[in-house]
């Protein structure tokens, strides 16, 4: 589990390419409005997000961003503003119920 503490902005991020990211969860970032926990950079390729939960973060737990991006078995909760995965052209609410 990677804790952010309400003042991290980031758990991931940058342009490293085939990156996977397994089996992780993400809570509590301060990622500001319409950033995410995860966020690669656009040049950043090939990157690989499966079974990643992302709880109570600011905005988003994952910004889909980059090339050939695979999210995969993500999971949400509730959290000031509604869960969501972003990508660059637009935002998606999540509707799932929370895992539990």
């Known amino acids: 589990m990677l804790e952010g503490g309400r003042s991290l902005r980031l758990a991931f ?3 490293a390419t085939n990156v996977t990211l397994d089996s992780i969860t993400v809570q509590n970032y301060d990622t500001g409005r ?15 997000v499966r079974n990643v939960s992302a709880l109570h973060n600011y905005w988003a737990g994952l910004l889909v961003a980059g090339i050939g991006m695979s999210v995969r078995s993500p999971s ?15 935002a998606t609410r999540s509707s799932r119920p929370p895992a539990g």
């Open 34 to 48: 319409q950033g995410g926990a995860i966020q690669p950079d656009a040049p950043a390729s090939g990157w690989v």
């Open 76 to 90: 949400a909760t509730p959290t000031s503003t509604t869960p969501r995965v972003t990508s660059s052209s637009a």
């Open 13 to 15: 991020s940058g342009r």
